[in-house]
């Protein structure tokens, strides 16, 4: 890989400021052609525990640091992030193989939580308030909650990171993070950046390895971290928040998603189809936000599908590093095989490929960008998150039906809902059970805005004011004898 700057490809774990070796070693594979793309140092065990333990020593020295101190770091390691965005995007598309505009626009989104969360640090106040007793005075402090350790996905492998971070870091706190050892690349690369801005030893780790299931349980049972934050599916998260309650931490999950987008029968067909387009394909289908379900009004479903098959079969599939494709691979094989599953046993029970439907074949994990009709609540792709480039339109009738249909999963985390109708759209706020809704509008996220989900799709909120809470802890001080 041809980088600007080549001290951003690492090879193994940084841990209390040092990057760490170990005897065995696993690959990074890209997934658009199989090539190997790194040879990683695997974390062990002791070496995570000192991670913990340094990111509990550090927290003293970091807290000391007043507010425009901690925010100047954060702000360089924004502006470190931005300089270096080509090759952070190039290590991306390298590992993950998302398109490469996808790549640069993660890179700044991320880092735009850091910027957001560096100005937020400012405001992190306490309360004063009257008690009901002479001679006593009551304050609220807000507190950084200590260590917080966190595992992250291969989906967006800079952003989940830096969601996270950025808001840790500004309360006060020190991060220990295990990203996917699908994609841990843009995470090390991250962490050279995190050095070279002036974050101290032990505030920022990332500890990389095979091992999931033993990095995930000292990251989420040892005594000396207070909080743990997940972003991946809801199973891992199920059992990871179980491993939590050993030690009472607080946690947030952000979990799996099977978002329902809707499009009534007044929407503006134009501004549907870019939403469908851009909540369906982004990143192959691989989102927890992605439309997993559209629900299409009966009376515009022909002439919908056939303008969505028209986009569709635009889309340029292949290497995210070629200019002109904005479809990459999926992940790995496995999520091939679940999406082929996924639609055939659809078409089994009857819906009907408008087109796409199969793997590519050749080098790589391509799946063609697909369009299936007549999905019905029986079949598996209507309760499953697909994670794939496949559009699995059902047609609906009615406001109540729709809405009935769209609360039908134990999922809540993002939906969509396309109408012109002001009135509607206030009665789909209240009543689609999602943590977001998006309304004309495809794609939500942003750095002043809480993201995250209800029901099995978490708890927790990434973003704006309310993410920083996820990091502080609440202290009541009463002062007598006044
Ligand atoms: P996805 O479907 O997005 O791969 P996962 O939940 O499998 O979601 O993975 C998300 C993150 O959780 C990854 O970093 C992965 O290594 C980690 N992970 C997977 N299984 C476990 C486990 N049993 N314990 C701890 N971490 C896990």
């Not at 308030?129 to 800079?158: D, E, Y």
């Not at 091939?336 to 087109?355: F, M, P, R, S, Y």
């Not at 480039?389 to 809540?412: H, K, W």
């Not at 759209?425 to 998006?438: D, T």
Request: net charge negative.
């Amino acid at each position: 890989m041809e980088l600007s700057n080549p001290a951003l490809l690492k090879s193994g774990s940084l841990v209390n400021g040092e990057w760490l070796t170990n005897d065995h070693q696993f690959v990074v594979e890209n997934p658009a052609n199989g090539n190997i793309v790194a040879s990683i140092n695997e974390v062990s065990h002791e070496q995570v525990e000192s991670g913990i333990e340094g990111a509990s020593q550090a927290l003293a020295h970091w807290q000391s640091l007043n507010v425009d101190e901690r925010s100047a770091i954060l702000m360089k390691w924004h502006r470190l992030i931005l300089a270096a965005q080509n090759d952070l995007a190039l290590i991306m598309v390298a590992e993950q193989g998302k398109p490469m505009t996808e790549a640069m626009g993660e890179v700044v989104y991320g880092a735009k939580y850091i910027q957001w969360y560096a100005e937020e640090a400012r405001r992190i106040n306490g309360d004063l308030m009257p008690v009901n007793q002479s001679g006593k005075r009551g304050l609220v402090l807000r507190r950084p909650v200590g260590v917080v350790s966190a595992i992250t996905p291969w989906n967006f492998p800079s952003a989940m990171i830096l969601r996270k971070a950025s808001a840790a870091l500004a309360a006060g706190c020190s991060f220990i993070v295990k990203p996917s050892e699908l994609t841990p690349l843009s995470a090390l690369a991250l962490a050279q950046l995190s050095l070279d801005a002036g974050i101290p030893a032990g505030v920022f780790n990332v500890v990389v390895g095979t091992n999931a299931q033993a990095i995930g349980e000292l990251l989420t049972t040892h005594p000396a971290i207070a909080k743990f934050s997940f972003t991946g599916s809801t199973p891992v998260g199920k059992k990871l928040l179980q491993q939590c309650a050993s030690t009472v931490k607080k946690t947030s999950m952000e979990l799996g998603g099977n978002a329902p987008y809707i499009a009534f029968e007044d929407c503006d067909l134009d501004v549907a189809i870019k939403g469908a387009m851009g909540s369906k394909f982004r990143n192959s289908g691989q989102t927890c936000v992605c439309a997993n379900r559209l629900f299409v009004h009966r009376s515009i479903y022909s002439e919908f599908v056939s303008r969505l098959e028209k986009k569709v079969t635009e889309l340029r599939v292949g290497d995210g590093h070629q200019a002109e494709v904005n479809i990459g691979p999926l992940i790995e094989q496995k999520a091939i095989d679940k999406v082929t599953e996924l639609v055939d046993q659809a078409v089994g029970l009857g819906a009907k490929v408008i087109c796409g439907g199969k793997q590519i074949d050749g080098p790589g994990n391509f799946y063609q960008p697909t369009i299936i009709t007549g999905v019905t609540p029986d079949m598996d792709i209507f309760k499953t998150e697909i994670f794939g480039p496949v559009a699995s339109i059902i047609p609906f009738d009615s406001e109540d039906e729709v809405i009935r249909l769209a609360n039908q999963t134990e999922y809540g985390l993002c939906s969509y809902a396309f109408t012109e109708d002001m009135r509607r759209v206030w009665r789909l706020s209240e009543k689609l059970q999602f943590g977001m809704v998006g309304i004309n509008e495809g794609v939500l996220s942003n750095p002043a805005a809480p993201f995250g989900g209800v029901k099995e799709s978490g708890m927790g909120r990434e973003g704006g004011r309310w993410g920083i809470d996820d990091y502080l802890e609440t202290r009541y001080v009463c002062i007598g004898d006044v």
